[in-house]
């Protein structure tokens, strides 16, 4: 996730496109970068870390008063973060300046393709194609040429471009990622979201997939791609300036469970193709990945959930063997790896100590390392042999929720791509590729009653001191994440078991002030999970549960209850966490605390 804006005219200073800029941080902050026009030139400014750096990198600049801008605030995702890598890109020219929100799918075909016709790139970036794509198209229309250019590309994006012979236009198009327009007497201004746009109106336009815009002065007009006129309605923004950074979210963490379909989607995109998994990144070490007969996971919190998760269903797609560990004991521990050995390290921040410790250790026995994290650039991915990047965008709650989704996303399908590099039956596995594709759906589904239902039950429960979390197979990692995120955010102690592990020990805590927090799906376990259940319940222990939709035998037993829809086995995991997430949530609320900053807790812990 990155962020972009634009503005264009009377009497903008550099400054005022720096301080919209600065609206757009939480989007991603490796580097940030500008590129305005005065009567004469396009000059493209940029400065590698904060938007404060590339601020005190302009110095006078500042005060300049130019005749358009755009900038750019970057969340890497092709391309280590750099100065080099930063927008706003040009073409061969240095007169066409473009930035970018989104991934460009098929940037490598395009560029091969470019290089071939003479244009030479300089960066890493998917986005510097788009420079060049709109010099290759250009005739003297700059917004012909944008239009003849999108539609080259595949993937998302939001751009916005600027000409050296166009003083005080933008042309911008979207496809896949926002956009927002809006305009006062004097400016006309673009952005990301709302939150650079509300000094200068309440009254937004959101660019719709395949709309061109074009803006100057006081006017924004739309067009189709093959030029037609387009009329797009304004909404009235009421947003003061904070909530609209959470996207009129209350929280960070509430705003995030919401972006999960979008994350998933981006977590997808590239990785199927001709219903196969396809992992790029890996061709290096597919090799090792064939061979070897055990795979070693290493992870904390809530990506070792994740990790748990990963293995149940390698064993069960490839009929491969994986030892998990959480990192800060395969650290210390002696590890049976060798140069055979995959080992996987699994870290939404990619800077958490115990995981990197644990990698480098692996490493020097020989192992090769495969990383899954969000964060291009992260220690992690420098280390590692090789990177899988969850393309979540930025999380800033504390709790994992929308990283943990893309962790599973991305999880099942580099099951499914080492089952078919061990040969299993295409027909298996074409299973879980059809239903992960229509992942982001179905969560957007769930997420349009989730929250109603969430709040309920965590009315009837917030005021518990404690919690058990129960589950068998797949939703034993689903109760451990279920417990972490309640612990987390709601200081209410909880704790998971396997739901057969109750009568070894744990039931002995259970009455009426403990209730159970039940996870039975209708998989192949449910029977034995629902047995457990009722155990419970005749130790008088109020349940609240989750079932799939429609489950007469669960819902006579479990009245408090939240269904979700049916699925393969392997992904109910998947489609529960928006439930457990939001329950959390509630009750964090409900209990007056703030979910987004829970004590003692950092988002990355970079400590032993
Ligand atoms: C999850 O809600 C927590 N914030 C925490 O458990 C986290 O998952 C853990 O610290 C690991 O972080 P990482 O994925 O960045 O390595």
């Known amino acids: 996730m990155c962020g972009i804006v634009g503005l264009t005219g009377k009497d903008i200073r550099v400054k005022e496109l720096v301080k919209a800029l600065k609206k757009l941080e939480y989007r991603g902050y490796d580097s940030a970068g500008i590129a305005f026009q005065d009567k004469e030139n396009v000059y493209v400014k940029k400065e590698k870390g904060r938007i404060l750096n590339l601020e005190n990198m302009l110095g006078d600049i500042n005060e300049k008063i130019v005749e358009s801008c755009i900038a750019h605030t970057r969340?890497?995702?092709?391309?280590?973060?750099?100065?080099?890598?930063?927008?706003?890109?040009t073409d061969c020219t240095g007169k066409i300046a473009v930035v970018h929100n989104g991934i460009i799918e098929n940037y490598m075909e395009i560029k091969h393709a470019l290089i071939e016709k003479g244009h030479r790139f300089s960066s890493e970036t998917d986005t510097e194609v788009i420079a060049h794509l709109i010099e290759e198209y250009y005739y003297g229309d700059l917004q012909k040429a944008v239009?003849?250019?999108?539609?080259?590309?595949?993937?998302?994006?939001?751009?916005a471009v600027i000409h050296n012979d166009h003083p005080g236009e933008i042309i911008a198009?979207?496809?896949?990622?926002?956009?927002v327009l809006g305009k006062n007497d004097d400016k006309a201004i673009l952005a990301s979201d709302v939150t650079p746009a509300l000094k200068y109106t309440r009254e937004m336009i959101f660019l719709e997939d395949g709309d061109i815009a074009h803006l100057s002065e006081n006017k924004i007009e739309i067009f189709s791609v093959n030029g037609t006129r387009i009329n797009r309605q304004s909404t009235l923004i009421n947003w003061?300036?904070?909530?609209?950074?959470?996207?009129?979210?209350?929280?960070?963490?509430?705003?995030?469970?919401?972006?999960?379909?979008?994350s998933i989607r981006s977590a997808l995109m590239g990785k199927i193709s001709d219903e196969k998994v396809v992992f790029k990144e890996l061709d290096?070490?597919?090799?090792?990945?064939?061979?070897?007969?055990?795979?070693?996971?290493?992870?904390?919190?809530?990506?070792?959930?994740?990790?748990?998760?990963?293995?149940?269903?390698?064993?069960?797609?490839?009929?491969?063997?994986v030892e998990i560990d959480v990192a800060s004991e395969f650290r210390y521990k002696n590890n049976i790896i060798d140069t055979d050995s995959i080992v996987i390290a699994i870290s939404q921040s990619g800077e958490t100590t115990?995981?990197?410790?644990?990698?480098r250790k692996a490493?020097?026995?020989?192992?090769?390392i495969i990383a899954i994290t969000n964060i291009v650039g992260s220690t992690i991915s420098r280390e590692a042999d090789a990177v899988i990047y969850l393309n979540a965008g930025l999380e800033i709650g504390v709790a994992a929720t929308k990283t943990y989704v893309t962790q599973l996303t991305i999880l099942y399908l580099l099951g499914t791509y080492i089952a078919a590099l061990k040969n299993v039956s295409k027909d298996k596995l074409n299973k879980i590729i059809l239903n992960m594709m229509d992942m982001p759906t179905v969560i957007e589904n769930i997420l349009s009653y989730a929250p109603d239902v969430c709040l309920q039950l965590a009315k009837e429960f917030y005021k518990y001191k404690h919690f058990m979390y129960i589950g068998r197979g797949y939703s034993y990692p689903s109760a451990l994440e279920g417990a972490l995120k309640l612990k987390e955010i709601s200081y209410i102690h909880a704790s998971a078991y396997q739901a057969g592990e109750l009568k070894h020990g744990p039931i002995a805590l259970l009455d009426d002030e403990f209730p159970v927090f039940a996870i039975v799906p209708d998989d192949e376990l449910k029977k034995k999970t629902l047995s457990n259940v009722i155990e419970t319940k005749a130790r008088n222990a109020k349940i609240v549960g989750i079932c799939t939709e429609g489950d007469k035998e669960v819902s006579k037993i479990i009245n408090s209850r939240i269904e979700v829809p049916k699925t393969i086995d392997a992904l109910y995991p998947l489609i529960m966490s928006p439930f457990l997430q939001l329950f959390a949530y509630y009750v964090s609320i409900?209990?007056?605390?703030?979910?987004?900053?829970?004590?003692?807790?950092?988002?990355?812990?970079?400590v032993e």
């Open 354 to 359: 115990d995981t990197l410790e644990g990698v």
């Open 363 to 368: 490493k020097s026995k020989g192992a090769k």
């Open 590 to 606: 409900l209990r007056k605390y703030d979910p987004d900053k829970p004590r003692n807790l950092a988002k990355s812990v970079t």
């Open 147 to 159: 239009s003849h250019a999108i539609l080259d590309l595949s993937g998302a994006y939001a751009i």
């Open 284 to 321: 290096s070490i597919s090799e090792n990945i064939s061979k070897t007969k055990k795979i070693n996971v290493i992870a904390c919190g809530t990506s070792y959930h994740a990790g748990l998760i990963f293995k149940k269903f390698i064993e069960d797609y490839a009929n491969t063997e």
């Open 240 to 262: 003061d300036e904070e909530s609209a950074e959470k996207g009129g979210f209350e929280h960070f963490m509430l705003k995030e469970i919401f972006d999960e379909p979008q």
């Open 75 to 89: 969340w890497a995702t092709h391309g280590e973060p750099s100065e080099l890598n930063a927008h706003p890109h």
């Open 173 to 179: 198009a979207r496809k896949g990622s926002p956009l």
